[in-house]
């Protein structure tokens, strides 16, 4: 399915987007969410630390598959509450043939608050 394209942003524009890579260190069942989504708390590495978040993400993630998986996240938003949990980061993924996400992964080991750039 094509979708249109957006407006052009310029170069600075993307960099105003903090997107780093942290390490999933802890997760839980995230039960009252609307959808079935999965908490996360994600280790940034020592300048921003670990940040919380949720993720619908249990169509290929169990609790215990995340854990030690490194993800890119988006870690300059504000934060923003979704249920009882106050996202803290927004965790970027992308859809499968169903529509489902699929968490965007470095290909190999990283530094964890490594910015994508």
Do not use: C
């Not at 170069?11 to 039960?31: H, S, W, Y």
């Not at 921003?48 to 890119?72: C, E, F, M, N, P």
């Amino acid at each position: 399915m094509k979708q249109d394209v957006q407006a052009s942003l310029s170069f600075d524009d993307f960099l105003k987007v903090d997107i780093r890579v942290g390490t999933v260190v802890r997760a839980e069942p995230f039960p009252e969410a609307r959808k079935p989504a999965i908490k996360l708390w994600i280790d940034f590495g020592p300048d921003l630390g670990t940040r919380k978040t949720s993720a619908q993400i249990t169509r290929h993630y169990t609790v215990d598959s995340v854990i030690g998986l490194q993800v890119a996240a988006v870690v300059n938003f504000p934060p923003r509450q979704i249920g009882p949990v106050m996202s803290e980061v927004l965790t970027l993924g992308l859809p499968d043939e169903d529509g489902e996400v699929v968490l965007v992964q470095p290909g190999q080991p990283v530094p964890n608050g490594g910015r994508l750039y």
